[in-house]
Nanobody, 123 residues
Framework: QVQLVESGGGLVQAGGSLRLSCAAS????????MGWFRQAPGKGREFVAR????????AYADSVKGRFIISRDNAKNTVTLQMNNVKPEDTALYYC????????????????WGRGTQVTVSS
């Protein structure tokens, strides 16, 4: 089992920045690919970013590319999402997730999920 707890969400103005963190406990964190997803009201869960177990490989949704940065610290069992130049359309509940086999863009591939942290961007 892996327990994931997100933090860092809040209210931010458009154009501002926010840093989300995900703290992991349980099984060896460095064995897992990690991803960030988001879900806006009335919409499905959407891929945001992913990072491989080593941190060498990352990928982003087109909607956040160039604005968001995913990183991880295996010594601290944390993964972060630096959100820059945020837009009102970034408003959503943000989840981190752990994947035992790799790191994917498909929510169903992930084995463990946090409860989410709310991000609200005002215009």
């Amino acid at each position: 089992q892996v327990q994931l707890v997100e933090s860092g969400g809040g209210l931010v103005q458009a154009g501002g920045s926010l840093r989300l963190s995900c703290a992991a406990s349980g099984r060896t964190f460095s064995n897992y690919g990690m991803g960030w997803f988001r879900q806006a009201p009335g919409k499905g869960r959407e891929f945001v970013a992913r990072i491989s177990w080593s941190g060498r490989s990352t990928a982003y949704a087109d909607s956040v590319k160039g604005r968001f940065i995913i990183s991880r610290d295996n010594a601290k069992n944390t993964v972060t999402l630096q959100m820059n130049n945020v837009k009102p359309e970034d408003t959503a509940l943000y989840y981190c997730a752990a994947d035992r086999t790799s790191s994917s863009e498909v929510p169903d591939d992930y084995d463990y999920w946090g409860r989410g942290t709310q991000v609200t961007v005002s215009s």
